[in-house]
């Protein structure tokens, strides 16, 4: 299996009071999937580590059963402790998912055995692939593209997300891990260059709030016109620049969501809904960018 096209980090609904709003899950599911190519639950946008294991396997099951089918869930089981990382992948496996992927063990610096242990763990437990989530600032340190291919052939982890905002080392994964690895864009920020060196999909924070719009720039990018698809790359990225008007991205697009109509339901504490006076900024900033009314 290897992943393609625009697959957003879908962002996790709760209730007013903090419960999970299961009925809010199934309906941005069931947006997004109108749209995009796939969909990457319990990431960072989604929230994962705020929430119990029980509520990450409930979001899995409700988005595979929102989805219908029509496209491919990945589901992130990354945890601090293997036992509760196991436990969401044979989850996920059960549920339908077409994949996992975990960052690697947070918190603590763990070394280098402790890292390829804990993916030789997850990979003897399923069957479906398994993705290395590098996203260095969540977690504390990054994976090298060194370190990478030793973990792709020890303990044959089908690719990674990478989250590194780092050009060099999207394409230094690339070519340290082989054509058969499979590397997939963690932000849509740099998706015309990593295009260019190998990258097939993308995890983009806007296609929560834009899907139609991230398929149509994974479309353009993947079709060679460089010049439409440079545009379309500062295009989005002046998007970025609006949405992070509004402070923490997965609240941002959690409201722009129910501006749309979309049942998106609220932040889990600490996080808050945005203030009037910030969403009114990310609103006249979009304008600016002549893409907002969606």
Known sequence: MRLCGAIPPMIT??????????????????????YVHGLFICGTYGGGPLMT?????????????????????IAHIGTMDTASALELATHAEKAGAKAVAS??????????????????S???????????????KTVGYAISPKFLAKIAEEAHISGVKDSSFDIMVFSDYKRYCGPEFDVVLGTEALLLPAMAVGAQA??????????KL???????????????ARAFQHKVNRIRDAVHLGGANLVTVQELLRLQGVNAGWPRLPFRPLTPDKLAKVQTALE???????
């Open 103 to 120: 960052i690697p063990p947070a918190y603590f610096a763990h070394n280098e055995d402790n890292v390829l242990h804990y993916f030789k």
């Open 202 to 211: 993308f995890i983009p924070g806007l296609g929560n709030a834009f899907p």
């Open 13 to 34: 609904p709760f209730g007013k009071d903090g419960s999970l709003d299961e009925q809010a899950v199934a309906s941005v599911a069931s947006f997004l999937a109108k």
């Open 214 to 228: 991230m398929a149509d720039f994974y479309q353009v990018c993947a079709q060679g016109n460089t010049l439409e």
């Open 122 to 136: 997850l990979v003897d437990a399923i069957d479906i692939p398994v993705y290395l989530y590098n996203n260095p």
């Open 53 to 73: 294991v029980a509520e990450r396997k409930r979001v899995c099951e409700l988005t595979i059963k929102a989805v219908e089918g029509k496209i491919p869930v």
């Open 288 to 294: 600016q960018c002549e893409i907002w009314p969606a």
